[in-house]
């Protein structure tokens, strides 16, 4: 069994914090490079669909094989039919527990409830680039003669001609 797909199963049953950070806890480098892989906005895979292979290894390939499928599939060298064709291939070379988890890395999700900031306190030395929000505040509020919302025109001094763009999603 793959210490890492053990502790992806673990973490995601877990709620509280302390202990899906001790159920991600000791990853060798391999495992943490699969962390990198399923964070790195910069390695994209383009394969989304791919059909799970009908057989499955009774021991884990190495993940230097899965390493060689996720380097093809990001610089292009494999591509549509044989890339879903090599996908189906490569998570053969591995238990069907393992090869859940590899899916999880090759469609860049998890679903254990951890994120970069987890992974990176966890691995102070990893190196998962970001895209990190540029020029960006978050403009406070008070409470007008009315109750409405009200920002201090003082407080913020603009320039015009200036472009200003809402954040929706947090």
């Known amino acids: 069994m793959s210490k890492f797909a053990d502790a992806i199963a673990t973490a995601e049953k877990i709620g509280t914090h302390a202990e899906k950070h001790e159920a991600l806890r000791g990853f060798d480098l391999d495992e943490q490079r699969l962390i990198v892989e399923a964070f790195?906005?910069?390695?994209?895979?383009?394969?989304?669909?791919?059909?799970?292979?009908?057989?499955?290894?009774?021991?884990?390939?190495?993940?230097?094989?899965?390493?060689?499928?996720?380097?093809?599939?990001?610089?292009?060298?494999?591509?549509?039919?044989?890339?879903?064709?090599?996908?189906?291939?490569?998570?053969?070379?591995?238990?069907?527990?393992?090869?859940?988890?590899?899916?999880?890395?090759?469609?860049?999700?998890?679903k254990c409830g951890a994120d970069i900031t987890t992974f990176k306190k966890l691995y102070p030395g990893i190196e998962i680039p970001e895209f990190l929000m540029m020029f960006c505040a978050k403009i406070e509020y008070t409470k007008g003669k009315n109750g409405e919302l009200v920002y201090n025109p003082k407080k913020y001094q603009w320039e015009f001609p200036c472009l200003g763009e809402v954040k929706y999603d947090g």
């Not at 799970?52 to 230097?64: G, K, L, N, Q, T």
């Not at 064709?85 to 998890?110: E, F, G, I, P, Q």
């Open 40 to 110: 790195n906005p910069f390695r994209v895979f383009g394969v989304k669909k791919f059909t799970p292979p009908e057989v499955h290894a009774d021991v884990d390939a190495p993940y230097s094989l899965f390493f060689d499928l996720l380097d093809k599939l990001n610089d292009r060298r494999l591509t549509g039919n044989a890339a879903r064709d090599a996908v189906t291939t490569a998570l053969s070379w591995y238990t069907k527990h393992t090869a859940t988890y590899l899916t999880r890395v090759l469609l860049k999700d998890l």
